[in-house]
């Protein structure tokens, strides 16, 4: 399925945060938005997981407008994984990816073979096997991470949206949490996920779309867009794009005047 | 921690479920006149239906409300601190009611303290609902009960200042100590359908309340609509803590303190707490107000009174038990 953005405004407590933006994320890829804190990127994910209206614009899922999906339709179609980690209550890894399953079961109506089928993969997929019985609120913010991770994995949607899934996450995840979103993504879903790591955004993204000011400043394969004329333009920073062994880098090392 | 695992703990809700019946029949069964389900002496008959019945529903009815209302208000505010009395409804109920003594309209119509109760608690959700509006988050909602509190509070103040006698002093504090004594039949008929209303909504909740634990964003995204959870966790504590306190007066306590013991034993999920804590909260009004008829130097004191003279020390332990967790 295709996830669209077309000229989209929002604004949030009187200032623009998205001053007319396009994006595609395209079926069969994983796509990154790139940009500074404060960029809108994840103003732009809430937008484009139906959280948040546009006031100009409009976000499309499989060419149909966001807010014309029913909301329960929406959810069993689109996972959104919020920046935001806290888990109010100490639920058992298990009960929280369990939450995933909510879309898909009817009020009043246990875990099907389906559900406890689909929570057992996300659970070995995200490595989390010997956390489930345990509560979160005992776990590190990397393992929370995991576990909210497998929540969206349960959730078996054909578009998965991820504010920043990387951040607290050890190399060892970080990778491992990357070549599953490449698997995920060329198993023919759409993936969307905002990042600060440009070199895990080179190394794994098909395409990057880059924000600054609200709008696109570039969107392409990460070649066309790391250059470091943008990257100077959008983080004020001096970076180069370089490949080791033939994987791509992305090194900042200077802060621009 | 029994419950942790995927599956609903159902060993857990029966025992809960005969706890309250034996509760129920235990409070039929006790009394001033006797054992049994047969009071001695000529009066027995309307002893049980007149005086015994009315309290055994009343206290299993206004328990399951109290302990309801404090699972869903807690699992929506995400805080275990919260208790339902904190949206202003009960603070309303408690109004009307004094007001009714107030203007002496309680001597002249029998249902005038429980009618009065009603309207007042009416008021009082139209206000909180005005104030909190239906965005917005946990906060909002928080702040409009304080508000609809304090003016609640301040209004019976100044209605037990300017009472026209003593006596009708008295009456009011009497009252809002909440008692499950002397209430009759047709009390119970005003309340029961309206209490009732308000858990069959709450019951509904569990689904978005489970969802709610992973914050906003990701409860709607999981289809969860925002607007209809606020609406039904408002109408539905309005509805039964509004009619339970209109009837009984205010029994504190019971709200914060029943969910907050049941919750580990359902894994933490706040959408099983809903029908545990509806079982648990009939169970400790009813038993609460078994022991105060058998420990006969108690016979006099509110179960209100009784509720937060143990509950205020659970409250301290829990606050202690808080800081203890969150500190590094």
């Not at chain 1, 595609?24 to 959280?51: E, F, M, P, S, Y």
């Amino acid at each position: 399925m295709r996830l669209e953005a077309s000229g989209i405004k929002v604004w949030l407590k009187r200032r623009a945060v998205l001053n007319g933006l396009d994006l595609a994320a395209d079926r069969g890829q994983l796509t990154a938005v790139i940009g500074a804190n404060g960029a809108g990127k994840t103003t732009l994910l809430r937008v484009l997981a139906g959280l948040l209206p546009a006031a100009a614009g409009e976000g499309r899922l499989d060419g149909r407008a966001l807010a014309a999906w029913p909301r329960p339709q929406l959810a069993r179609t689109l996972a959104y994984l919020p920046q935001e980690r806290t888990i109010h209550w100490a639920l058992s890894a298990r009960s929280v990816v369990a939450l995933g399953r909510l879309p898909h079961r009817a009020l009043g109506q246990g875990e099907s073979a389906a559900d406890r089928a689909a929570i057992a993969r996300a659970i070995t997929t995200m490595d989390i096997g010997h956390l489930a019985e345990r509560p979160v609120s005992d776990m590190s913010g990397g393992e929370k991470a995991r576990v909210l991770m497998a929540r969206a994995l349960a959730q078996e949607p054909r578009v998965l949206i991820a504010d920043e899934p990387a951040a607290g996450l050890d190399p060892a995840h970080q990778l491992a949490l990357f070549r599953h979103f490449v698997t995920f993504a060329t198993s023919g879903r759409t993936v969307l996920v905002a990042l600060h790591d440009l070199s895990l955004a080179a190394r794994f993204c098909h395409k990057i779309v880059l924000v600054h000011a609200g709008r696109a400043l570039a969107a392409g394969p990460p070649e066309e867009v790391l250059t470091p004329p943008q990257l100077a333009a959008a983080y004020g920073i001096a970076a180069e794009y370089r490949t080791i062994d033939g994987l791509p880098v992305v090194l900042p090392f200077d802060v621009l005047p | 921690m029994s419950g942790r695992g995927g599956g609903t703990p159902w060993h857990l809700f029966a025992l809960l479920a005969a706890a309250a019946g034996l509760a129920f029949a235990l409070s039929l069964a006790i009394g001033a006149s006797g054992f049994g389900f047969k009071p001695a002496g000529d009066a027995g008959a309307l002893i049980f239906w007149e005086i015994r019945l009315p309290r055994a529903v009343l206290g299993t009815l206004v328990g399951a409300t109290l302990g309801l209302s404090g699972a869903a208000l807690q699992g929506y505010l995400r805080n275990p601190l919260a208790e339902p009395s904190l949206i202003g409804v009960s603070g309303g109920a408690a109004l009307g009611a004094v007001l009714a003594i107030h203007l002496g309209l309680s001597q002249v119509l029998p249902l005038a303290l429980p009618v009065g109760g009603l309207l007042g608690a009416a008021a009082a959700l139209i206000a909180v609902a005005a104030l909190a509006g239906l965005r917005g988050g946990p906060i909002t909602l928080i702040l409009a009960g304080l508000a609809v509190s304090a003016t609640t509070t301040a209004a019976i103040s100044l209605a037990l200042n300017l009472s026209p006698n003593p006596f009708a002093a008295i009456e009011m504090v009497y009252w809002m100590m909440g008692s499950l004594a002397d209430r009759s039949l047709t009390q119970v008929w005003l309340g029961a359908p309206l209490m009732l209303a308000g858990i069959g909504v709450l019951l509904l909740l569990g689904r978005a309340l489970d969802a709610l634990s992973l914050g906003e964003d990701a409860a709607v995204s999981l289809g969860i609509d925002a607007k209809r959870t606020r609406l039904a966790l408002i109408a539905g504590i309005a509805l039964s803590v509004g009619a339970a306190t209109a009837i009984t007066g205010v029994i504190g306590f019971v709200g914060l303190l029943v969910p907050h013991a049941l919750r580990p034993w359902l894994g933490h999920r706040p959408g099983l707490l809903l029908p545990a804590s509806l079982l648990g909260g009939a169970i400790l009004v009813t038993a609460a107000d078994i022991a105060l008829r058998l420990l006969e130097p108690w016979a006099d004191v509110r179960i209100g009174v009784f509720t937060a003279l143990f509950g205020a020390p659970f409250f301290l332990w829990l606050v202690l038990k808080t800081r203890s967790e969150l500190a590094p």
